[in-house]
């Protein structure tokens, strides 16, 4: 069993930047592929970004690359997203999910077995 707590979101001006920090419990955090997803009000819920277990291949959404950035450190069972230059259509809760069954990068929400409680994200224009 996974138990993931995001954390870091808040309100932030258009171009500015937030850190939303993901903490999971669990012995083997570092076999786990990990994803960051959103889902913004009266839409599904979508991908934003995969690391894989040992952080070394990483995937984007069109919509944030270039702006937002997905890491780990699997010394402190932690995942991050960095985002800068944010912009409106970026608000939304964010959710942190874990892969527990591939250490491979995935952008597919049903290969994901663990969820967070989420993070809301409002980006102000």
């Known amino acids: 069993q996974v138990q993931l707590v995001e954390s870091g979101g808040g309100l932030v001006q258009a171009g500015g930047s937030l850190r939303l920090f993901c903490a999971a419990s669990?012995?083997?955090?570092?076999?786990?592929?990990m994803g960051w997803f959103r889902q913004a009000p009266g839409k599904e819920r979508e991908f934003v970004a995969t690391i894989s277990a040992s952080g070394g291949r990483t995937a984007y959404a069109d919509s944030v690359k270039g702006r937002f950035t997905i890491s780990r450190d699997n010394a402190k069972n932690t995942v991050y997203l960095q985002m800068n230059s944010l912009k409106p259509e970026d608000t939304a809760v964010y959710y942190c999910?874990?892969?527990?069954?591939?250490?491979?990068?995935?952008?597919?929400?049903?290969?994901?077995?663990?969820w967070g409680q989420g993070t809301q994200v409002t980006v102000s224009s």
């Open positions: 999910a874990a892969n527990g069954k591939s250490w491979r990068p995935s952008v597919r929400q049903y290969e994901y077995d663990y």
């Open positions: 669990g012995r083997t955090f570092s076999s786990y592929c």
